[in-house]
Structure formats: structure tokens, C-alpha cells
């Protein structure tokens, strides 16, 4: 299984991003897919998450009404939308499959893919 997220980079303050995470060796229709970011000298969060179907979706309370995320299940692919972005935004994302309903529970996420650095400056 691998999970392999794209699209991270320098942006300004206010800035947008999409992040791409394209998956391969599992049904991919069958696990709800995370979002997560780790800061450095911080604990990793879930950023969003996405339901199998794509019909339910979480955000953290920091990213409401500024990030999207969204699902392709015919190119195996989670998307994460990211406007209006902030320093405090600045962090490694990346993108994490499991197959239970608690999508906002990093520990039960089973496959995890390596992260890209998104870096906002004020």
C-alpha cells in the first residue's frame, strides 16, 4: 500500500494550496482518508477527513470555512483545498488511510503516507 502526498510548498501569508494525496495497493473505495499535519516541536493533528463515499467529512475547528477536502475515488485520489492561508498553517501534511469510522482518530488509521512541507510566510 502506499499513500503519496503532492502539491505542499512556499506560499504567503493569504495564499492557496492544493494537496494531493494518489493511493495504490488497496480498495481504495473502502477507507476513509485523513488529512494530518505535524508542526515541528508539535504533536500531529487531523487536519480533515473524508468518508469513503465522500458524503461526510471532518475539519479541525482551525482550518473551518478555509480548507476543502474532497475525494476521486475513480483516480484513487483525496484532494485538500487550503485558502486564505496563515503561518500557523505551516507544517508536514500528510495523508493517512483507515477502515473504521473514526475518522478524526489518528490511531486508527492503518497506512500512512510520507508527508510534504507546506511553508507560510507572513
Known amino acids: 500500500v502506499q499513500l503519496q502526498a503532492s502539491g505542499g510548498g512556499s506560499v504567503q501569508a493569504g495564499g492557496s494550496l492544493r494537496l494531493s494525496c494518489q493511493a495504490s495497493?488497496?480498495?481504495?473505495?473502502?477507507?476513509?482518508i485523513g488529512w494530518f499535519r505535524q508542526a515541528p516541536g508539535k504533536e500531529r493533528e487531523v487536519v480533515a477527513a473524508?468518508?469513503?463515499?465522500?458524503?461526510?467529512?471532518y475539519y479541525a475547528d482551525s482550518v473551518k470555512e478555509r480548507f476543502t477536502i474532497s475525494r476521486d475515488n475513480n483516480e484513487n485520489t483525496v484532494y485538500l483545498q487550503m485558502n486564505r492561508l496563515n503561518p500557523e498553517d505551516t507544517a508536514v501534511y500528510s495523508c493517512?488511510?483507515?477502515?473504521?469510522?473514526?475518522?478524526?482518530?489518528?490511531?486508527?488509521?492503518?497506512?500512512w503516507g510520507q508527508g510534504t512541507q507546506v511553508t507560510v510566510s507572513s
Open positions: 495497493g488497496l480498495r481504495f473505495s473502502a477507507y476513509n
Open positions: 493517512a488511510a483507515t477502515a473504521t469510522p473514526a475518522m478524526a482518530v489518528p490511531r486508527y488509521y492503518k497506512y
Open positions: 473524508i468518508s469513503r463515499s465522500g458524503d461526510t467529512t
